[in-house]
């Protein structure tokens, strides 16, 4: 059931839900895929935001039919809910130093994950970008956990000017990095943390169609022998050395050395 709906930002809304079983086994970059009334074929699979008693919230940006009516749906409007699914980050050891890297959206897992560094211990750094300050999310939230969250923007209308990669310049490397946003951002994450040897988790976002992992229309490559791959062995003649894996089933969240990117 739906307990409460916000809009955040221009398009941006919050959705909470009563689910007590979801909220009380919920990890971050965990997600639920949402079948709401009305003609849809296929559920909705949107992250988890946050998770407090027994409501959870997502948080999404309105971008097409289904979307749509989750935003403008009247609290108490009843919807079913399969969650949660996927997989979560490594949290490091006591005092180790984390640096959390979001643009826009990828935001979402980060509430979860934060709230879980802090219990642990783990010194965390949270550096949240976007085009423009009107299209920033999140940070009041991730604050208000007593997480120090550093604000840029691509025009500078909030923080510092620029990306969250010119952020990462101005600190020491991190015994680990997080980071959830969009897919040329993590390429460029991903490859910078690789080539420096450091620790890095993504949580991907693909378009998912069963969420059950029984579509294969969700997937990425990655290196031949990653734990999240198919397994299959190659076919006879086959000249691809890389794998595919499942997004929806075998992620949301994966190694950074594991993803092979197409440039």
Same mark, same amino acid.
């Given at each position: 059931?739906?307990?409460?709906?916000?809009?955040?930002?221009?398009?941006?809304?919050?959705?909470?839900?009563?689910?007590?079983?979801?909220?009380?086994?919920?990890?971050?970059?965990?997600?639920?895929?949402?079948?709401?009334?009305?003609?849809?074929?296929? $559920?909705?699979? *949107? +992250?988890?935001? /946050? &998770?407090?008693?027994?409501?959870?919230?997502?948080?999404? =940006?309105?971008? %097409?039919?289904?979307?749509?009516?989750?935003?403008?749906?009247?609290?108490?409007?009843?919807?079913?809910?399969?969650?949660?699914?996927?997989?979560?980050?490594?949290?490091?050891?006591?005092?180790?130093?984390?640096?959390?890297?979001?643009?826009?959206?990828?935001?979402?897992?980060?509430?979860?994950?934060?709230?879980?560094?802090?219990?642990?211990?783990?010194?965390? $750094?949270?550096? *949240? +970008?976007?085009? /423009? &300050?009107?299209?920033?999310?999140?940070?009041?939230?991730? =604050?208000?956990? %007593?997480?120090?969250?550093?604000?840029?923007?691509?025009?500078?209308?909030?923080?510092?000017?620029?990306?969250?990669?010119?952020?990462?310049?101005?600190?020491?490397?991190?015994?680990?990095?997080?980071?959830?946003?969009?897919?040329?951002?993590?390429?460029?994450?991903?490859?910078?943390?690789?080539?420096?040897?450091?620790?890095?988790?993504?949580?991907?976002?693909?378009?998912?169609?069963?969420?059950?992992? /029984?579509?294969?229309?969700?997937?990425?490559?990655?290196?031949?022998?990653?734990?999240?791959?198919?397994?299959?062995?190659?076919?006879?003649?086959?000249?691809?050395?890389?794998?595919?894996?499942?997004?929806?089933?075998?992620?949301?969240?994966?190694?950074?050395?594991?993803?092979?990117?197409?440039?």
């Amino acid at each position: 059931m739906i307990t409460r709906r916000e809009c955040v930002a221009p398009g941006f809304w919050c959705v909470g839900f009563r689910a007590p079983r979801i909220a009380g086994a919920v990890r971050a970059a965990q997600y639920v895929a949402i079948d709401q009334p009305g003609r849809f074929a296929v $559920r909705l699979p *949107l +992250g988890i935001w /946050t &998770a407090e008693g027994d409501e959870i919230t997502v948080l999404f =940006r309105e971008w %097409g039919e289904r979307t749509a009516q989750l935003a403008h749906s009247d609290i108490g409007t009843a919807v079913d809910l399969i969650g949660p699914l996927g997989n979560d980050f490594t949290i490091p050891a006591r005092g180790a130093r984390a640096t959390i890297v979001a643009g826009g959206l990828g935001v979402v897992p980060f509430w979860l994950l934060g709230k879980r560094l802090l219990a642990a211990d783990v010194q965390t $750094r949270v550096v *949240l +970008g976007a085009r /423009t &300050a009107a299209l920033l999310v999140g940070a009041a939230e991730l =604050r208000a956990l %007593g997480l120090n969250v550093e604000l840029c923007t691509d025009d500078g209308t909030a923080g510092t000017r620029g990306s969250v990669l010119d952020a990462l310049d101005s600190e020491p490397p991190a015994d680990i990095v997080y980071g959830c946003g969009p897919p040329n951002m993590l390429r460029a994450l991903s490859k910078r943390c690789v080539a420096a040897n450091m620790p890095c988790e993504i949580s991907m976002e693909e378009t998912f169609g069963c969420s059950m992992g /029984t579509c294969w229309g969700c997937v990425v490559p990655v290196r031949r022998g990653a734990k999240q791959g198919s397994g299959y062995p190659k076919a006879h003649a086959e000249s691809r050395d890389f794998d595919y894996s499942r997004v929806c089933f075998d992620g949301t969240v994966y190694a950074a050395a594991d993803l092979v990117w197409s440039a």
